[in-house]
């Protein structure tokens, strides 16, 4: 796949993608993959297609492309559930990576969650730098070949690839089985080629809104297609004579779900066609609290929908609802953007509200 | 079904500018916002918007409109909201009658009134409830009985808004008796002069203690042939093609935008407490989202689409987070309520409190609607 | 009624209290009461048989009767919607000035709310008393004869019986347009026989635990009649040729009320219940907290089963919903009583909790 | 419909404490607390709790039990929940099987089974839901066929709690083709040994990973006619009853109180930040709340009353009170789950967060529940 295709063309890049994950992700797959958190036959594939880094421009090692596109492959991953970094490729790692010249690695790519008490300094300076850190929960942090992040050495930020063959890994998951592994690097020599100055506009803030946005456009696929199963079991599930679609109550969930699919869809798709090229605090902590709880309440509903099939954990909705009570916390939960966007609006008074709720300009 | 997002162009966004420009001049910094289309009935203030262009926009120019884009009207709609205008006289007129008006009725009905409407000069009510008919609208009992050049009709209307400062009303009745299995035949639209013989209005105090609600009371009152909207017999079909038109606007999501504005206004500054924080960005944020939900049903009605579902989904989503809002914001702010006194959060937010069970029974209960929305997403 | 009968038999009580208001206080009444938010007649028959004074001794010139009789008399009050100030009568006002020894009042008496801001000072000192104060939306206060308050004066707290006729009014009324005045003293100088010392574990929270019970009682009785309209409403109206309440969404509606109502009833005869003799906090504020939100979900509810009828003014269930929406947030609202509870929850520890909320025996 | 406030006696005060001493020396102060009656299945527990005298209590004496009432058995259930003890394996046989034997078995039945179970040693399982039948009952297709000497049935229960670890199951199965109009008639119930030859016990994995659940496959099993649970015919009416007892139990409100508590611990102290008091305060006083309706449910089947609306209420607004503790948990806590790592707190909502879907659906789902609440409101 070209960069050109990528960039232009975002409905074949999500139907090449659509057609490799329902090839090599199905429900089946991803109950295999669960041992691991990690299919190997499809991270290869979406590699050998270019799909990880998506929104890197050609010029660094990528697959061009904007952060539209790197979101709307990201609801493809999302809807199938893939077992692999692609949130953390191209729209956060790679992004990082390139933004300070650096290479992109050989073999899967993972960013930090940026938890509060995560750490990352360097000594030694310029040919000599040596990196010691401690990183929670990183996603695939002991399956990933490198992490990319930022690091202080000597009162300046850095833009690393740390090599997690010379980290300490202890591993643990999140409640879907993701690999969410903590990372720990004491005074371990880099290579060259992987220390450079971190940019201006290149921070821990913007990393962590790439990570949301990142996150609500996987809530945002699953969730459609969590939209999708209910509809579809309830107008085929019957009881007392009828579908089960026909009873009110089911109808109210499924009302519900349909809503927080499509708000979900759309602050997605809004905060990311917004990004020119970074994306907006309004526009990503807006899209992640609403996907967040969008998240919550869309599970719940389907999960009362669906009666006790749907918690079967080889069900399909059961692989969606995991991911989705995990994403929802990651990279910051609703509260926290709530928290976040409320202290902002609050600061710039009550006449700047509406304006920045309708503008649909991706002003940050 | 399928929302897209779309954005506004720099011709719609220049519109918003100048409907915000007109906005600042109108309305003096300390007024007291209207919540909601409902708000207040002020018919300087619509002659004043329609001289600008901004009311009639749905309607041609032949008949004194404008054509305009159903985005350009979301934009002026959104505005004039959430500023909290005085749009209660026009509102119905502009939205409802007006576009029924086009679909419906004869050439000289359009003639007779879509000018006034446009001018902002000629405001209808709608005659649908009953006493003993909510949702279920078949089961009206207001009579029109045959007579030579005419219709009389018999019945009493209620929750009918402003009646008692409108001009006109466009009344559902049965003009043939209902048939077993057949409820919904039968039933027809005639617009009926408020002032006309036999015409009683009478007020419904609402919770609030507002009068913006009536009965009506028709005794034998004469209308003539060429007063019926539509066809005789197709009322039904009209009426709930018109409760479409209600569902999805930004009247139906921004009633109680006011009251965020000024709990943020109580709010501001860097130092505020984190659970305010977290109200306002909540809200805040879902503004933003079901405004883009809303936003994309004008855009595809421009395209051509018939976006009904869609349109179900907005009104339901958006009326439950207009009482959601209302809710947290009592909640966060820790006071006891009263419409007089206070800061004008506190007024607002009484307010909001007392009308704010209206708005999920207004163009369609949430059960109705979600009936609709559930049938359309199983197709 | 003899103050036996208050004390021993409660349901006695309850019947002649709802004989008295279902004579006086229809919903006619209640409408036709609106301008002023005060009954004279229904005052005067409550007066004659003693109801204001139930739960203060009849040594101190009350009717006898304990505070859980008191709650039973109010929760009557709450279904009617009396417009009368029966809560600030025996339950708190009467209950202060006897404790302290002083006279119970001819006509009405009320109390200040507790809320930020009020102040009542003394000085002058024992015989030249004067009070100075400031006390914002005082329930009935310009309508009343006296206002039961707590001042200090000299570093020592009093209890005053303060006269009305020596304040400057500023009306303010609720959303149900009850009476909520604005009272200010200055230097006004106070009879004999009005100022006496508090005694012992009569202070501010006292009086704010006993107000907030009496709102508590007025919301369950409000919410049981509540609870009634609606079963009536929604068994009578038809729509679609069935009564709606065969409708599994006015059924969901249906069963939240009377949870919520049964939830604030139980509430607060167990609080009531474990006074001996005073109301204790983890009570109290838990009753407040429940009663609060069970009037919020219950009202939004029964607006939604009832459709448009429920939101003309003069229709009873909109005099009780008014009456609720008031009631939640005087005296305290339930985000300020769970936060109270939490604080004092937390600072007991978790081990704590169970035995807390599994014993029936009001410890505070 | 009336529940009255009721106070334990000095007596049940004091049957609470042993329960409490007991508990305290049986379970480790670092102990992982289960979460609900399904949380843990322990034998060794449930025999040493069953030998104080706190299983089968429901039981009379002449069949190995103690004959005490609802509210004693309320106190033990209660503290044993909040503790999070490990009572998965005696459960449902205390609970539901007990009394379903007491009601319509046969005294060899009885003889039979109860002191087993009162000993904490006889457990049971749930024969009711089938592949295509979930709250309609009647829709069950396990087809039992008459034979010499007994039944041969044939058929897959699913949802079977831990079937691959108790003894029996009790088979609600067709004995009778179903007729139109009549379809409750015709079903039986069975008491199946889980051990018997042709029954095939197969996991059921649940979302958060564990065995609990299981598919039981009956191929032609043979069960004796002195295995037929009261009447033949009457299958329905003897299940609907069970699931009445299901309902009001301190079990269908306290499965998530132990992560509540480590909420507290997490948040203990004087300096508790406002929204964790706001949600420690609010889920306490809701805690207390409940819980006097769920115990005033007791008190009135000790005096002999049927109170099946009060107890459909109470199973209604308990089990989503525990989803909303677990959701309003999570959002306070703003961290990440996973169920191996963190604190007990953390780990324990984790489960929570997994588990608390399914509390909605057993013993009837919200739906249903509501249903039958509302039509006793009515009446």
Redesign the interface.
């Known amino acids: 796949m070209s960069a050109t295709d990528a960039g232009t063309d975002r409905a074949m890049l999500t139907e090449v993608a659509t057609g490799i994950l329902r090839d090599l992700c199905t429900p089946e797959d991803v109950v295999a993959a669960e041992a691991t958190g990690w299919s190997d036959r499809l991270w290869g594939a979406l590699e050998a297609s270019g799909f990880p880094y998506v929104s890197v421009p050609e010029a660094a090692g990528g697959s061009g492309g904007d952060v539209a596109d790197a979101c709307a492959l990201l609801a493809v991953a999302g809807r199938f559930a893939a077992p692999v970094p692609l949130a953390e490729a191209g729209l956060t790692g790679g992004w990082l990576l390139a933004s300070a010249g650096l290479e992109l690695p050989d073999g899967p790519l993972t960013v930090p969650?940026g938890?509060p008490g995560d750490v990352a300094a360097l000594s030694g300076g310029p040919g000599a730098w040596r990196l010691t850190g401690r990183l929670t929960?990183v996603p695939w942090g002991g399956r990933s070949t490198r992490v990319a992040l930022l690091a202080t050495g000597g009162g300046t930020s850095y833009v690393v690839s740390a090599p997690t063959a010379a980290a300490r890994v202890t591993p643990?998951?999140?409640?879907a089985?993701e690999p969410?592994d903590d990372l720990a690097w004491d005074d371990v020599p880099l290579a060259a080629g992987t220390v450079a100055p971190a940019p201006a506009g290149v921070d821990d803030l913007a990393l962590r809104l790439r990570g949301a946005l990142g996150r609500a456009a996987l809530i945002s696929g699953a969730l459609a297609r969590v939209?999708e199963l209910t509809?579809r079991y309830?107008?085929e599930r019957e009881?007392?004579g009828r579908p089960i679609?026909r009873?009110?109550?089911?109808?109210?969930h499924?009302?519900t779900i349909?809503?927080e699919a499509?708000?979900a869809?759309?602050?997605v798709?809004?905060a990311a066609?917004n990004a020119r090229p970074e994306p907006g605090f309004?526009d990503v902590?807006?899209?992640k609290?609403?996907t967040g709880?969008a998240a919550?309440v869309a599970?719940?509903a389907s999960?009362?929908a669906h009666?006790?099939i749907?918690?079967?954990?080889?069900y399909e909705l059961?692989q969606l609802?995991?991911r989705l009570?995990?994403w929802r916390?990651?990279f910051g939960?609703?509260?926290?953007?709530?928290?976040?966007?409320?202290?902002r609006?609050?600061?710039d008074?009550?006449d700047r509200?509406?304006p920045?709720?309708?503008t649909?300009?991706g002003e940050t | 079904?399928q929302?897209?997002?779309?954005?506004?162009s720099p011709a719609e966004?220049k519109l918003?500018a100048e409907v915000r420009d007109f906005l600042a001049e109108q309305l003096p910094p300390d007024h007291r916002p209207a919540l909601g289309f409902a708000g207040r009935h002020d018919p300087a203030f619509s002659r004043t918007l329609a001289a600008r262009g901004w009311v009639g926009m749905a309607i041609p120019p032949e008949y004194g409109g404008h054509g305009r884009s159903a985005v350009d009207r979301f934009v002026v709609a959104?505005?004039l909201l959430?500023?909290g205008a005085p749009i209660g006289a026009h509102f119905v007129a502009d939205r409802q009658t007006g576009p029924a008006l086009l679909h419906y009725g004869t050439e000289e009905q359009r003639r007779r009134f879509l000018p006034g409407i446009a001018a902002g000069e000629v405001y209808f009510s709608l005659g649908m409830s009953e006493p003993d008919s909510g949702s279920d609208l078949a089961s009206v009992r207001t009579r029109a009985t045959k007579v030579d050049g005419g219709w009389t009709v018999t019945g009493t209307k209620v929750w009918t808004s402003e009646a008692h400062r409108n001009h006109w009303f466009a009344v559902l009745c049965r003009t043939s008796p209902m048939e077993e299995g057949r409820k919904h035949a039968g039933l027809s639209q005639l617009i009926v002069d408020l002032h006309a013989e036999g015409v009683t209005v009478s007020p419904i105090p609402f919770l609030d203690g507002s009068h913006h609600f009536n009965e009506v009371a028709l005794e034998d009152v004469f209308v003539p042939d060429d007063m019926v909207l539509g066809e005789i017999g197709s009322g039904w079909q009209q009426v709930t093609s018109e409760l479409a038109y209600e569902r999805s606007g930004p009247d139906r999501w921004l009633s109680t935008?006011p009251v965020?504005?000024?709990f943020?206004?109580e709010?501001?500054?860097?130092a505020?407490r984190?659970d305010?924080?977290?109200?306002?960005?909540?809200f805040?944020?879902?503004?933003?989202?079901?405004?883009?939900?809303s936003?994309?049903v004008a855009r595809a009605l421009d395209a051509g689409q018939a976006p009904a579902v869609e349109a179900a989904?907005v009104k339901?989503?958006g009326t439950r987070f207009e009482q959601d809002l209302v809710e947290a914001l009592r909640v966060a702010a820790e006071t006891e309520l009263d419409q007089g006194t206070g800061t004008l959060f506190q007024r607002l937010l009484a307010e909001a409190v007392l009308t704010s069970p209206k708005v999920t029974l207004q163009g369609g209960t949430t059960?109705i609607?979600?009936?609709v929305?559930?049938k359309g997403?199983?197709s």
């Open positions: 969650a938890r929960r643990g998951r999140n409640l089985a969410r939209a509809v309830t107008g009881q007392f679609a009873f009110q109550a089911v109808q109210a499924l009302v349909a809503e499509q708000l869809g759309l602050a798709q809004v066609g309004f902590a807006a899209a609290a609403v709880e919550t599970a719940r999960h009362q009666g006790a749907g918690m079967t954990k080889e059961g609802t995991r009570w995990s916390d990651e939960s609703e509260r926290y953007w709530n928290r976040q966007l409320g202290r609006l609050a600061a008074g009550p509200l509406w920045r709720i309708s649909g300009l | 079904m929302f897209s997002a779309t954005t506004l966004e918003r959104e505005e959430a500023a935008f965020l504005r000024e943020v206004r709010h501001a500054g860097p505020v984190d305010a924080a977290a109200v306002i960005g909540r805040a944020a879902r503004f933003w989202a079901i405004r883009q939900m936003l994309s989904l339901e989503v059960e609607l979600r009936s929305a559930a997403l199983g």
